[in-house]
């Protein structure tokens, strides 16, 4: 998939205005800047879900001057009505106490989990291939959607980092002809309990420590531990959240799940269980922890960034929407996996996910807060032709999700909030509440009635209603408990380790050591060894050997099954939009060689960022190098891969006193590099990202201590032939032969 649009001057996202601000304060009035191209806001309906035909910014601000709330000119915003200029500030400064009250309020209370999220609209278009399956109208062949879609973290507040080791949201709200369906997943297509009971549970064991609110955004810890070790069914998200799905490399790489097992019925009334899958068309990559750790604290806005900018830039991220199918048979099983678990997997090997539609996002929102924190997301939310199964977490969300949206959007009518509207009409009886912004009319929101004329009638399968599925219900005794089938927490962990590549493995090990070496509790770290021993002994003995503590025994029989390699990142090839390749150049290097890099870059689909010793540009001819990164604003974790053309000197801020990263000596030896140059190359080598160079880069790279030999490292080829070799590499994500298992 190549650029759809230019974005920013010359490909490159971030410029935050439409227009070029002026180094002076405009004085000339205006109307309002029209948002960015990238940039859009929610559908022009009425509460009720009419088209109403109008322009998007006639429901944003309007008019070249200040004004209040309820429109009237303001002459002044800087100072309160006061007794004299120095008197005492007047009670009756009515644009002051509005000023005031309304920042006061601002802030909405975050939600309790999924709280830090970055979002963007996009368009669903239906293959066709569901039709057997599912009467689903948006699933049609060719049928377009307009789609919100919202990824998360669990865990943090909205303050919290982007790239910390967390489970991911991936929420789409399909704005159907039918109605809004949403399907509210997860980067990981199991969850940490079976039943929504416990979820208060895992959530406050995962969250900070009540006593000291400490670590935010972290699994890291002895209450989190705790909980999954002794609540093992636990133990395949845990798995998941230790392998590196747990720090994905962007969203725009990331798989999304429905999780729960769905039921689908076509137009005959024939039904199917499912699984939701989102395939990206990018591939499945992640960081490795040290590339995690280091963008957390250098760009903590890492991934909503990426997403901005890869739509800024037109390399519109896209996910195939797939499904995994089962017989809907009253046992609800499939090759003797119980589908009501959401604890479980079906391995594709067994089960193929079959494509049925793809989304593209193409269109960043207009105003984080309407849009990305105000969207509503609900499981309930469903249209004909999609059900649910009595899966216990999935019957709990249907629950909690409406009960949060009540309380955090301050009434029952959050779905009047612009991105929450329906695109189908509205016609529901339901009166008043907080924040109703939909004008009724009629005297009789009830039915039957005669007053309005009947109206609103019913309306039966054959006229598009939604009906549910008529499932028998077995005679059964009301109790507390969880089927036999639930009790097996340890098969379906050793296949996901079985499935996984050695380095993979390795990166597992290291994310046990690390979070369980974070606890303080003996106790939790014996106990978490005893849980890895039941899944495999390489991986218990690698986690108890950087403990410190001995291996244990399995407690039951390792469980005998066969790997899925679908579940491993590695081996595979994937397309290279929206790649960042960093070139590192001073105004000596090979000028000529970064111009053709540049534009070859730009014409695959990628995004060059010229890394320089100042800001500004580089050569003084005809056609200047723009810089957008310096040595001082630039580290390696933004980068996919990094090309130097030739051996750039130090920058004139390469000052210890100035920044830490340039404290190194040889920044004043007269020829020698600067050391942050020398620190993003230590770094890309160490995360496996490949690295180029020509003009004389050989003696920066091996001050870097990069081996002009070593996998990945290219030299010796010209500025063509190294972009040309460092793009096959790309496809691979990382340069997986430079770890050693």
Same mark, same amino acid.
């Given at each position: 998939?190549?650029?759809? %649009? ?14 070029? !601000?002026?180094?002076?304060?405009? *004085?000339?009035?205006?109307? !309002?800047? @029209? ?70 309020? +601002? ?7 999924? &709280?830090? $999220? ?67 997943? %997860? ?32 699994? =890291? ?88 900018? &890869? ?36 391995? +594709? ?34 249209? @004909? ?34 991105? %929450? ?8 009886? #339901? ?5 109703? *912004? ?10 039957? %009635? ?13 006229? $598009? ?28 962990? /050793? ?34 060894? /005893? ?22 025994? !399995? ?20 397309? #290279? ?26 014409? =695959? ?44 000197? @130090? ?23 600067? !050391? /942050? ?12 990202? =490949? ?10 790279? &091996? ?39």
């Amino acid at each position: 998939m190549k650029r759809k %649009n230019s974005g920013a001057e010359g490909g490159i996202p971030g410029r935050p205005s439409p227009l070029p !601000p002026t180094v002076d304060e405009p *004085t000339k009035p205006r109307e !309002p800047l @029209p948002p960015k191209p990238d940039q859009s806001g929610p559908a022009t309906v009425s509460p009720t879900g009419q088209e109403t035909g109008a322009d998007q910014a006639a429901v944003a601000q309007a008019g070249p001057y200040l004004t209040t709330a309820q429109g009237a000119r303001l002459p002044d915003t800087d100072h309160s009505l006061k007794a004299g200029s120095r008197g005492p500030v007047l009670l009756q400064d009515h644009h002051l106490r509005e000023k005031i009250t309304h920042f006061d309020h +601002e802030r909405i209370p975050e939600r309790v989990v999924h &709280a830090r $999220g970055a979002a963007a609209h996009g368009v669903f278009q239906g293959y066709g291939t569901a039709a057997q399956i599912t009467k689903a109208a948006f699933l049609g062949k060719d049928v377009e959607t307009p789609v919100f879609v919202r990824f998360s973290t669990v865990l943090g507040s909205r303050g919290s980092a982007d790239t910390v080791r967390d489970t991911r949201g991936f929420a789409t709200k399909f704005y159907t002809t039918e109605g809004t369906f949403d399907l509210v997943g %997860n980067n990981i297509p199991v969850f940490f309990i079976q039943d929504a009971i416990k979820f208060p549970d895992i959530i406050h064991a995962g969250k900070p420590h009540p006593d000291r609110e400490i670590p935010q955004a972290q699994s =890291a810890h002895d209450t989190f531990w705790d909980f999954v070790t002794l609540h093992t069914e636990a133990t395949h998200h845990t798995l998941w959240n230790m392998s590196d799905r747990g720090i994905p490399r962007s969203f725009r790489m990331m798989e999304g799940f429905g999780v729960h097992t769905f039921r689908l019925v076509n137009a005959v009334g024939d039904t199917t269980l499912v699984k939701f899958h989102w395939k990206p068309k990018l591939g499945v990559h992640s960081m490795v922890w040290e590339e995690a750790q280091i963008t957390s604290g250098m760009d903590p806005d890492f991934h909503r960034r990426d997403l901005a900018d &890869a739509i800024e830039a037109g390399a519109y991220p896209q996910w195939e929407l797939g499904v995994q199918t089962f017989p809907d048979t009253p046992e609800q099983t499939f090759e003797g996996i119980d589908l009501l678990d959401p604890t479980n997997i079906v391995p +594709e090997e067994l089960a193929p996910v079959q494509p049925i539609g793809l989304l593209t996002l193409n269109t960043n929102p207009s105003n984080f807060f309407a849009e990305t924190e105000q969207v509503a997301f609900h499981p309930g939310h469903l249209v @004909p032709g999609i059900d649910i199964t009595d899966d216990p977490l999935l019957s709990g969300r249907l629950f909690s999700y409406l009960d949060t949206q009540i309380s955090r959007l301050g009434g029952p009518n959050f779905a009047q909030i612009p991105v %929450n509207r329906t695109h189908a009409p509205v016609n529901d009886m #339901l009166r008043d509440g907080m924040h109703q *912004t939909a004008v009724h009319r009629g005297v009789a929101p009830y039915r039957p %009635n005669s007053l309005d004329g009947g109206c609103p009638f019913q309306a039966g399968a054959d006229l $598009g209603a939604y009906v549910e599925v008529p499932v028998t219900v077995p005679a059964a005794k009301k109790v507390r408990e969880a089927p036999d089938s639930f009790a097996d927490h340890f098969s379906q962990p /050793r296949r996901f380790w079985l499935s996984m590549s050695p380095v993979e493995r390795e990166h597992i090990i290291a994310a046990y050591s690390f979070e369980l070496g974070k606890c303080y509790e003996q106790a939790v770290k014996e106990r978490g060894l /005893r849980v890895l021993a039941n899944i495999d002994p390489e991986l218990c003995a690698g986690v108890a050997a950087a403990l410190g503590l001995p291996a244990p025994e !399995p407690t039951e029989p390792l469980a005998s099954v066969e790997p899925s390699p679908a579940l491993s990142q590695v081996g595979q090839t994937w397309p #290279l939009d929206g790649r960042v390749i960093g070139i590192v150049a001073d105004a000596g290097c090979d000028l000529d060689g970064v111009r053709t890099v540049r534009r070859s870059v730009l014409a =695959a689909g990628m995004v060059p960022l010229v890394v320089g010793p100042d800001g500004g540009a580089l050569g003084d001819g005809g056609e200047p190098v723009a810089v957008q990164r310096t040595f001082a604003t630039a580290r390696s974790i933004e980068f996919d891969a990094l090309l130097l053309a030739g051996a750039p000197g @130090p920058a004139a801020d390469a000052i210890g006193a100035r920044d830490a990263k340039a404290g190194d000596p040889a920044a004043g030896r007269a020829g020698a590099s600067d !050391p /942050r140059v020398l620190l993003m190359l230590s770094e890309a080598y160490r995360h496996g990202k =490949a690295i180029g160079g020509w003009a004389g880069a050989d003696d920066v790279l &091996a001050a870097a201590g990069v081996p002009a030999d070593a996998p990945g490292v290219v030299t010796g080829r010209g500025e063509e032939g190294t972009l040309e070799e460092i793009t096959r590499l790309l496809g691979s994500h990382r340069v997986w032969e430079r770890f050693a298992a």
